[in-house]
Nanobody, 124 residues
Framework: QVQLVESGGGLVQAGGSLRLSCAAS????????MGWFRQAPGKEREFVAG????????YYADSVKGRFTISRVNAKNTVYLQMNSLKPEDTAVYYC?????????????????WGQGTQVTVSS
């Protein structure tokens, strides 16, 4: 089992940047594919980005491609989401998730463990 704790959310103006962090504890971090998801009020939870166990492969939703970057430092048991050129439509609660798999999944049902979420609000 793994425990996940997100941090780094906040209020930012459109065009600004934020970096989210997700610290993992418990089972060996490198065993997990990691993902970021988000959920806006009244909407379904949606995939944002995923990263392979080694960090060599990444996958992004079309809506964030070119603006967001996912990365991980396995020695620190941490995964990051660098978010640039933020838009009001990026406003949501952002969750990190861990999947005991070798493939980056884009569906929430693929993921076994979830953090509590961190709020990101982008003002226009």
């Amino acid at each position: 089992q793994v425990q996940l704790v997100e941090s780094g959310g906040g209020l930012v103006q459109a065009g600004g940047s934020l970096r989210l962090s997700c610290a993992a504890s418990g089972r060996t971090f490198i065993d997990y594919v990691m993902g970021w998801f988000r959920q806006a009020p009244g909407k379904e939870r949606e995939f944002v980005a995923g990263i392979s166990r080694s960090g060599s492969n990444t996958y992004y939703a079309d809506s964030v491609k070119g603006r967001f970057t996912i990365s991980r430092v396995n020695a620190k048991n941490t995964v990051y989401l660098q978010m640039n050129s933020l838009k009001p439509e990026d406003t949501a609660v952002y969750y990190c998730a861990a999947d005991l798999s070798s493939v980056i999944g884009r569906w929430s049902r693929n993921y076994d463990y979830w953090g509590q979420g961190t709020q990101v609000t982008v003002s226009s």
